[in-house]
């Protein structure tokens, strides 16, 4: 009992402080209004090579929306084939990811997930025309480009183990659909 007022004294102040330091998201809008030119529904053509070199040629959609008042994007991508005896498309690639800004770090963070389970936090880098990331992941490091211009989304993927030389193992080509 005699330590209930010292709590709620505690509750108090550190209620205060934080409250009146809140950030109010306008350097992250900001910095995600840069990346307008990304935000649309895309849909073209996209292929990518899977396990000993199997280039697999796919349907692919990309729709980004900002989202939480505009502080982040949200980018959904799905890649589909069509199925053996004219079922629905299947699909071989979902990924999701959130596009935020680090006003601490002074850069771009994307968060990305993709159907098998995979996650990762990736460093985003605003470029001419466009934006690029790169991962590491075993036996080398992954580089992707986007790059954007009169309605068009083109984008390849690089993989590299010495981080010099580099081998296209992907590439989108998307035309805005709205």
Known sequence: MRHAPVFGLVLVLAGGPSEAQAPDGSANRAAIERLNFMVGRW????WMLRGAGERVQTTMTEIVEPKLEGTVLQVEG???IPSEGGGAPRPVHHALAVVSFDPRAGGYVMRSYIATGQSGDFALTLIDGGVSW???VPGGRIR???RFADGLWHEIGEF???GTSW???MEMRLRRER
């Not at 849909?43 to 996209?46: C, F, I, L, N, V």
């Open 43 to 46: 849909r073209g053509e996209a």
């Open 78 to 80: 799905l890649g589909v």
């Open 134 to 136: 790169t991962r590491e």
């Open 144 to 146: 992707n480009t986007a």
């Open 160 to 162: 590299s183990r010495d």
């Open 167 to 169: 081998t296209q193992t």
